[in-house]
């Protein structure tokens, strides 16, 4: 079982990954709660170095580890997605 705590390191690398990969006008495709499939154009990230949220031009709350899509093609940013970290200093 995932702790909190794990669960919030798991998003944070999550997000590293979605920065080397999502540009501004990218279509992403992402689950929504309550497990509602919904798209949207990628717009930048939340205000922070290590803010975990992604923006789209109707909310700023997306979390990379929900996204399945960018421009059609199937992504997976978590642990399991096999994409590699950026190499640069990480908070976790």
């Given at each position: 079982m995932t702790t909190n705590e794990q669960r919030?390191?798991?998003i944070a690398r999550a997000t590293?990954?979605?920065?080397l990969v999502l540009k501004p006008g990218d279509r992403i495709t992402f689950t929504s709660c309550p497990g509602t499939k919904r798209w949207g154009v990628f717009q930048g990230f939340d205000v922070g170095k290590y803010s975990s949220w992604i923006r789209?031009?109707?909310r700023d709350d997306v979390c990379a580890i929900?996204?399945?899509?960018v421009n059609g093609?199937?992504?997976d940013f978590s642990d399991g997605g096999g994409l590699p970290l950026p190499q640069v200093e990480q908070p976790f």
């Amino acid at each position: 079982m995932t702790t909190n705590e794990q669960r919030k390191l798991e998003i944070a690398r999550a997000t590293a990954r979605a920065r080397l990969v999502l540009k501004p006008g990218d279509r992403i495709t992402f689950t929504s709660c309550p497990g509602t499939k919904r798209w949207g154009v990628f717009q930048g990230f939340d205000v922070g170095k290590y803010s975990s949220w992604i923006r789209i031009a109707t909310r700023d709350d997306v979390c990379a580890i929900n996204i399945s899509k960018v421009n059609g093609k199937t992504v997976d940013f978590s642990d399991g997605g096999g994409l590699p970290l950026p190499q640069v200093e990480q908070p976790f």
